[in-house]
């Protein structure tokens, strides 16, 4: 935990600010914070800031919290995940967190089974814990936004332009000829979306419903991932590739 994360039910803009859950045993038992004691702290879709520890004693402890000014801005990453199985859901919402997205967009494929959508994973109240657990490792305030979505071509063809009105949009998917990072760059400044299907990848028609509404084929080689595999992978080089649009040109 790199980032102590608040929120209203913290008492947050009152003077002093007490935890006692998981982030005082954090603070307590890993990093054993004294009075005086700075620590980062973050407020969920807020900005970050310092917290001066002022008592850490029976499992509680309360500071004195100054925020920045400024609010991080949201990731320019946005996933469309085919939905995999639970076990490996439950495992992506922190990893997806941690890495930056700023939307997660979970749908239906034909390699995707219908009774994963009835699991306990998928309830807010399994998932935002996860997310929040995400964003403390990052040291990242911005809660991504989630939606559930059994058809995809409902999804594609009634809510996409919705929930990603403009941008790039890049479907991966096994034996594609363009890399991801080599896409990003040559549509700078652009918010991106990645669609990553399940294991094995999109189906013909699946690929053509999304080529239909301005997807482009993008892959990092010939190998079949598993999707927390792909996930990552892909959101490291699309995210290097963001970075590397942003560094200032080298003098010649």
């Excluded at 009152?14 to 998981?22: F, L």
């Excluded at 973050?42 to 029976?58: F, I, K, N, T, W």
């Excluded at 549509?187 to 482009?216: C, K, S, T, Y």
Aim: negative net charge.
């Amino acid at each position: 935990m790199n980032l102590i994360l608040l929120d209203e039910r913290d008492g947050v803009g009152s003077p002093h600010v007490t935890v006692s859950d998981g982030r005082a045993a954090h603070l307590l038992n890993v990093l054993h914070v004294t009075p005086g004691r700075e620590v980062r702290v973050g407020l969920l879709d807020g900005p970050l800031g310092m917290g001066r520890v002022l008592s850490a004693a029976d499992g509680r402890v309360t500071m004195q919290c100054v925020f920045d000014a400024d609010i991080p801005p949201r990731p320019r990453v946005d996933v469309l995940l085919a939905l995999p199985r639970p076990k490996v859901m439950q495992r992506l919402w922190a990893q997806l967190a941690a890495l930056g997205v700023g939307r997660i967009i979970l749908t239906n494929a034909e390699r995707v089974e219908r009774h994963y959508f009835d699991t306990h994973v998928l309830d807010e109240a399994c998932y935002r814990p996860l997310l929040v657990e995400g964003l403390q490792q990052a040291r990242d305030t911005r809660l991504p936004a989630v939606s559930i979505h059994r058809q995809l071509k409902v999804l594609v063809e009634d809510h996409l332009d919705t929930l990603f009105s403009a941008g790039l949009r890049l479907a991966a998917h096994p034996g594609g000829t363009t890399s991801a990072g080599s896409m990003v760059r040559e549509h700078p400044d652009q918010r991106v979306l990645i669609a990553i299907g399940p294991e094995g990848g999109w189906n013909a028609f699946e690929l053509a419903l999304l080529e239909a509404h301005d997807f482009r084929q993008i892959s990092f080689g010939p190998r079949a991932l598993r999707v927390d595999t792909a996930c990552t992978a892909l959101l490291a080089i699309v995210h290097a590739a963001i970075e590397e649009q942003q560094k200032p040109p080298r003098d010649a």
